[in-house]
């Protein structure tokens, strides 16, 4: 069993950056791809980025070149650089874990974590 918490976000101006953090508890983190999704009022969870258990990565169109995950696996601790936010950013921001079907769809997820709220002024 793998629980989640993730911390980092805040109120950014537009062009600025934000590291967000996720910190999964249990012993079998290494053992999964992890995902960030991210919310905004009256929209559906959209996918945000996806890292597998040997840090190959994918990304949204959207947040490409701006947007990193990345995992440390020895702190049980996943991680999403975002620079160049833009006030279309501003979300909760979420991370889970893989568990089936395509890397996109947040049905295929657990261990949602409480979110973090990400708030990019223009």
């Known amino acids: 069993q793998v629980h989640t918490v993730e911390s980092g976000g805040g109120l950014v101006q537009a062009g600025g950056s934000l590291r967000l953090s996720c910190v999964a508890s249990?012993?079998?983190?290494?053992?999964?791809?992890m995902g960030w999704f991210r919310q905004a009022p009256g929209k559906e969870r959209e996918f945000v980025a996806w890292i597998s258990t040997i840090s190959t990565t994918t990304y949204d169109d959207s947040v490409v070149g701006r947007f990193t995950i990345s995992r440390d696996n020895a702190k049980n601790t996943l991680y999403l650089q975002m620079d160049s936010l833009q006030p279309e950013d501003t979300a909760v921001y979420y991370c889970?874990?893989?568990?089936?079907?395509?890397?996109?769809?947040?049905?295929?997820?657990?261990?949602w974590g409480q979110g973090t709220q990400v708030t990019v002024s223009s």
């Open positions: 249990g012993r079998t983190f290494d053992n999964y791809s």
């Open positions: 889970a874990r893989h568990m089936s079907g395509n890397a996109f769809n947040p049905s295929g997820y657990d261990d």
